[in-house]
């Protein structure tokens, strides 16, 4: 069964910190996301990542930075965190290719960060 | 700019009857593929069917369906003898060769299905 663990589940964070959103993938993927989710917006795409030590921008990067150190980790990071960056955030790995079920999302529980 | 929508926001049902649920999408590619998800209310986000650009046929899984005009870039997800456990929020997402493949979501559809 294809597992994506995300951490911390919950976070309330000061504006201006620091903030690092993990997450780890066994499903051996080459691709993982980072969404996020606001009432409305259903999920936009912040960050992704085909191979490790390299990443690329979504639709909305702005204030938000990743990095790919190994194939199973995948980390969002709010360098200086703003009451707009409120939101749940779900990280998600998919294997390569176009066909089957190879491009289907396998999603994390999701993180629930509150910037005060 | 948007480029996948799901112009209802809510939507109901009652037991046993058939439910559609639209997504229009925007795209220049020749090879896309259509995928549906279903967030539960815990948050949790399940696959449920996805429809590959090139395949003329409508994909069906169990009681999922889709109706794809590719033509009209609109597919339509089609779940039958809808029960309440089918309550939730339906997202369709749009993955392109040219994007990595990166899948774009709609803003949803919320349905609940009355007992």
Redesign the interface.
Known sequence: EAAVTQSPRSKVAVTGGKVTLSCHQTNNHDYMYWYRQDTGHGLRLIHYSYVADSTEKGDIPDGYKASRPSQENFSLILELASLSQTAVYFCASSGPGLGGSQNTLYFGAGTRLSVL | AQR?T?VQ?TGSSQWGEEVTLDCSYETSEY?Y?I?W?RQLFS???V?LI?Q?SFDTQNQRSGRYSVVFQKSFKSISLVISASQPEDSGTY?C?L?E?RN?????????TKLSVKP
């Not at chain 2, 990595?100 to 949803?108: E, I, S, T």
């Open positions: 996948v799901q926001p090879f593929r995928f998800y948050g949790e986000m696959f996805y590959p997202f997402a993955s060769l990595n493949n990166a899948p774009r979501f709609g803003a949803g």
